[in-house]
């Protein structure tokens, strides 16, 4: 397949600024968070303590995604970025203050991450319905594809330079880099050329909206499936991170930049992941990798459970980096080609609700499995419930691909002579 064709998304102006951005805010956003683990962990020793500053990071997303949905169906997105870029700019410089001056504590971690993630949740249900704005709809695949490349890209240069900077510097050092990279995206949005979105002009009430996006969201088997996928990979599948630290010092016997190296290996994966979904042209036939990519999480974590050395856990991290990209970039792009336009915001809050919002849980349940049965029994516990969710799923596909295919035929990434055709087999099926 030829580079232009892998490609294509950046021929469009908006988006290629906007990936260009994101781009040097997330590797800061890496580094960020890496820093902020092993400070953490440094503070107070305890991979429970490190679950509830996650938690507070993360929480938000759970109790707030659908308002924010609503509300990002009804808002000027470039605006709603704008702010929340800002917003989370101001957070990392005050945790870089913090930090420098000595006076950081792990209950102002808690308070600045529960701060960061009220940010975070709108800033992410922005973010995704704003890709559907600035690329036409068959290049939706191939831009979602590319923004996790340059994401996942990020996710194995941050933790490097993160692990670098905190053997020759500090911490805080690190939460500054991140403020100062919020400048990318800022400038980015600004020099974009938007063509006038007409706002809806509605008169519901926010409950009614809520309703409204939840009626369609769960009512639609499909988009109900890709969402307890996502469900199940973010409280099983992502809540290893909890761990990293502790399995770092405790289990390799290493330091910051062990840590930097684990979290390296899981960018690795994730980025040959998202690079392998560019390689495909149309969003048909994706739905197999959402079964797949948890397979592939299962067995990386009951790997990573039995590695004693660092050569042997970083294979297993890139295992479990490539079930988890491809996981998420296919959802995310299923869900934003077969919602409805007028509710892509609310589909993809619930998105974000079970991606970031389910995780807290995921980090509680996996700190306090590690601190009383060891880390081994909870990565086995979360490996374990990856292949059993796989399997659950890899049995629904048929039936979910019945239902999305008229979807497609209205979208005319489908001929019309797909849908005779599988109602010919259906008859067929019936005859039987």
């Known amino acids: 397949m030829k580079l232009k064709s892998l490609l294509r998304s950046l021929s ?37 303590q490190l679950g509830l500053v996650l ?27 704008l702010l929340t870029q800002t917003l989370s700019l101001i957070q990392a ?9 000595g006076h950081i504590a792990v209950w ?7 701060f960061l993630g009220i940010v975070t949740t709108f800033d992410m249900t922005g973010r995704q319905a704003f890709i559907s704005e600035i690329v036409i709809k068959q290049d939706l695949g191939n831009a979602v594809a590319l923004n996790a490349s340059v994401v996942n890209l990020a996710r194995l240069i941050g933790p490097s330079l993160a692990g670098m900077l905190l053997a020759w510097t500090s911490t805080g050092f690190c939460f500054l880099v991140n403020g100062f990279s919020y400048f990318a995206v800022l400038v980015a949005l600004l020099a974009m ?24 969201a769960f009512g639609f088997a499909p988009i109900r499936l890709i969402l307890l996928a996502v469900c199940l990979m973010s409280m099983a599948g992502s809540s290893y991170d909890v761990l990293l630290p502790q399995f770092a010092a405790g289990v390799l016997h290493g330091n910051a930049r062990t840590l930097g190296l684990l979290g390296t290996a899981v960018g690795l994966g994730s980025l040959t992941g998202a690079v392998f979904l560019t390689t495909r042209s ?16 299962g067995i990386g974590l009951i790997s990573f459970a039995h590695a004693p050395k660092l050569a042997l856990a970083m294979p297993a991290l890139v295992i479990i980096g490539f079930g988890m990209m491809v996981q998420l970039a296919v959802s995310n792009t299923l869900l934003q080609t077969i919602a409805d336009e007028d509710k892509v915001g609310r589909v993809m809050s619930f998105y974000t609700m079970s991606f970031l919002g389910m995780a807290p849980l995921g980090s509680l ?27 659950a799923f890899c049995a629904l596909l048929p039936k979910m691909r019945e239902l999305i295919r008229p979807v497609y035929i209205r979208l005319k990434i489908l001929p019309v002579t797909a849908g005779i055709d599988a109602a010919n087999k259906l008859k067929m099926m019936v005859k039987e």
């Open 12 to 48: 469009h102006r908006n988006f290629r600024l906007y990936f260009i951005g994101q781009g040097v805010s997330v590797i800061g956003t890496w580094m960020q968070k890496v820093a902020m683990s092993w400070l953490v962990y440094q503070l107070t020793g305890s991979s429970f």
């Open 55 to 81: 938690f507070c990071g993360q929480i938000p997303a759970l109790l707030l995604s659908p308002v924010a949905g609503v509300l990002v169906d009804r808002w000027h997105r470039p605006r709603l970025l």
């Open 93 to 101: 410089f005050l945790l870089a203050w913090l930090d420098m001056s």
């Open 108 to 114: 102002q971690i808690m308070v600045l991450s529960l």
């Open 193 to 216: 050329q938007l063509k006038p979105r007409a706002q809806p002009r509605t008169k519901k009430k926010l409950q009614e909206g809520l309703q409204e996006g939840f009626d369609y």
């Open 282 to 297: 149309s969003v048909v036939g994706l739905g197999k990798w959402l079964w797949i990519g948890l397979a592939l999480m």
């Open 365 to 391: 349940f996996t700190g306090w499995i590690a601190a009383r049965l060891g880390i081994v029994s909870a990565l086995m516990i979360n490996g374990s419930a990856c292949l059993l969710g796989a399997a």
